[in-house]
């Protein structure tokens, strides 16, 4: 079964280019020309990326990647960013938001290709893992979800491989270009500052404090670390309102 790819792009011309070239890669590709259709088509039935211009009409992109990752079904979905703007603000405020990579215009359609098909096998499922509980935090790697407290937590998809990754290695310290490799492979854009982000991104979800972190942490001048269980500090938990009651 083909894979399906959601491609934001107001410029008929580039829109005709890539979308020829990726049906002729055997991709199914709707095609969009205003961000605003974008989110209800995927709702309907969600494709396997997005491939989103910036500035289009109708929003733009980066509201639209936002929008993406604050919806529960879609939050997994990868987003490559297809754009001119190309300084490396921009490209870091791309992955902020939660882009899995970021092209620029004007692109060689044999790398826009390649781009593709590395990100979409990075997302493949791989064989199911065993899910694993560390403290507060429940990592089920079959299902690619996260529950922190009991609680889903969403994330995108590169924020999962990259906390899965840590947590199924605990206790070992990687340094950012390892962590490169690791999850994000051949994505260009990618660099040890995006990493940094990532790990942001992440405490804000697991950690009670994110300044103060128990779990996820930093060894200066070395990189990163997931805590091994038998040293995660453990700290009482604030009372419900029932507990409270019952007492």
Not at 48 to 73: K, Q
Request: charged share 30%.
């Amino acid at each position: 079964m083909s894979q399906t790819i959601f491609l934001l792009e107001d410029d008929a011309d580039i829109s005709r280019l890539v979308r020829y070239h990726l049906e002729a890669s055997g991709f199914t590709v709707q095609s969009f020309a205003n961000a605003g259709e974008v989110l209800p088509a995927a709702e309907r039935k969600a494709p396997s990326l997005f491939l989103l211009d910036i500035m289009v009409p109708g929003g733009d992109g980066l509201d639209l990647c936002r929008r993406l990752r604050l919806n529960a079904t879609l939050s997994s979905v990868p987003v490559i960013f297809l754009t001119a703007l190309a300084t490396e603000s921009d490209r870091v405020h791309g992955l902020e938001l939660g882009a899995d990579d970021y092209i620029t215009k004007p692109f060689g359609t044999r790398e826009l290709l390649a781009r593709v098909k590395a990100v979409l096998r990075r997302f493949e499922r791989q064989e199911p893992a065993e899910t694993l509980r560390v403290g507060e935090i429940e990592i089920d790697g079959s299902a690619m979800q996260l529950r922190v407290r009991g609680e889903l937590v969403t994330t995108t998809a590169t924020e999962f491989r990259l906390l899965d990754y840590l947590a199924r290695h605990p206790g070992r310290v990687f340094s950012r270009d390892q962590l490169l490799d690791a999850v994000w492979g051949d994505a260009r854009f990618v660099t040890p500052r995006s990493v940094d982000v990532y790990v942001r991104r992440i405490r804000e979800k697991i950690e009670d404090d994110a300044e103060e972190p128990r779990y996820l942490k930093t060894m200066r001048g070395a990189g990163y670390r997931f805590e091994r269980a038998d040293k995660i500090s453990q700290v009482p938990a604030v009372p419900t309102e029932a507990a409270v009651e019952r007492a």
